[in-house]
């Protein structure tokens, strides 16, 4: 409106100097043929028909003619009402006052940016902890914040009270207790020669190490047992404390076997019914085995599959990098980096082939 209001105000001043050499007969003409225009308008438009202008032209217009006297406004012809000029420049004249009498700030200060993290990192970390307990931490921390500023927080951000947000789920109690959680499941395969084969593997959910138990054709109760045991023994040699053990409901777990994992300290953790997700870790593992080894290697016997165990083992849990451990492998076997060369040069990588170029791993040649 300002940069508006300013060009109406220039080119009229310009349209002034133009009148200044003009005699009054000239002037006078040119009043009536102005007058004679704006009533033509009103002929064609009529009378019930408002004329719309923009503030800078009521403002424009409603300078020029305040200073008129009213009678000398009511003579004139204009598109418009004398009335409705005079309520323009009243309009416009308590705008300004109202511009010029308006508080610099009104209302409670907004709260600090950093106020506001905290307020959230207290409640993510709490989930417990209602906005009344968040007050308190507050002041404890030397942070003057309303109860009322707190709980308003909480809502713009959509933020629970906190009797719904204190029920922990099955994601946050396997994050929560990864370091002693262990999971298990049997993987079903088919050899070339016919004969159906099952898996039984264990992966460490902190780690994501896996122990590939072994393989047979007949899953007895006697030889899941002896499995187990040996299990124990390596978990106690490698100095694992697992306390939870997640299977499924699969009948080839025999009931013995929640007994001995029991004297060693390890309770076993049922899933539901059908419900992958409760143990989705080890189903996680499972697809990777069958996409990345057994759908794509020709497994001839079960001395073969056995074979390529070992190897898809040693290649996952030694070299297979793991997003979950920021692109480590489950034993940390990290290599050092290379310092950043000042040119750009041809790095020399060998790759190394396991299971006839099924797997590649890729070192630096010596």
């Not at 906005?131 to 809502?155: C, D, F, M, N």
């Not at 460490?204 to 006697?222: D, F, K, N, Q, S």
């Not at 040699?237 to 076997?257: E, N, Q, T, V, Y």
């Not at 990290?334 to 060998?350: E, G, M, S, T, Y």
């Amino acid at each position: 409106m300002l940069l508006r209001l300013a060009y109406l105000t220039i080119t009229n001043a310009f349209v002034a100097l133009r009148l200044l050499p003009m005699s009054d007969r000239d002037k006078d003409a040119e009043i009536l043929a102005l007058r004679h225009q704006v009533m033509v308008l009103e002929r064609q438009l009529g009378a019930d028909v408002r004329v719309r202008s923009a503030p800078e032209d009521r403002f424009f217009l409603a300078a020029l003619l305040t200073s008129l006297p009213r009678a000398a406004l009511r003579r004139l012809r204009l598109v418009v009402c004398p009335d409705t000029i005079l309520r323009w420049h009243r309009v416009y004249v308590k705008q300004q006052h109202a511009q010029t009498c308006r508080p610099k700030r009104s209302g409670r200060p907004p709260t600090v940016r950093s106020i506001r993290m905290r307020i959230l990192r207290l409640v993510r970390e709490n989930p417990s902890w209602g906005y009344r307990r968040v007050h308190g931490e507050l002041t404890t921390l030397g942070l003057k914040v309303a109860p009322s500023t707190v709980w308003e927080i909480l809502q713009q951000e959509g933020v629970d009270p906190a009797p719904e947000r204190a029920s922990t789920t099955w994601a946050d109690f396997l994050r929560s207790q990864a370091d002693a959680l262990l999971a298990c499941d049997f993987i079903e395969t088919v050899t070339l020669n016919g004969q159906r084969h099952y898996i039984l593997a264990v992966i460490e959910h902190a780690t994501r190490r896996i122990r590939v138990l072994g393989t047979t054709a007949h899953p007895t109760a006697a030889w899941v047992i002896q499995v187990m045991r040996n299990l124990v023994m390596d978990l106690e040699d490698a100095g694992c404390r697992a306390r939870f053990l997640i299977r499924d409901r699969d009948g080839k777990f025999p009931a013995l076997m929640d007994e001995i994992l029991a004297e060693a300290g390890i309770h076993t953790v049922l899933t539901g019914i059908r419900m992958l997700r409760m143990n989705s870790i080890m189903e996680r593992w499972v697809q990777t085995c069958r996409r990345k080894l057994l759908d794509r290697c020709l497994l001839w016997n079960e001395h073969h599959l056995r074979h390529a165990l070992v190897e898809y083992e040693k290649f996952y849990n030694e070299h297979r990098a793991h997003q979950a451990l920021d692109q480590a492998t489950p034993l940390r076997t990290v290599p050092d980096p290379i310092p950043k060369p000042a040119r750009i040069i041809d790095l020399n990588i060998h790759r190394h082939d396991r299971l006839g170029g099924i797997l590649h791993e890729y070192t630096h040649a010596a």
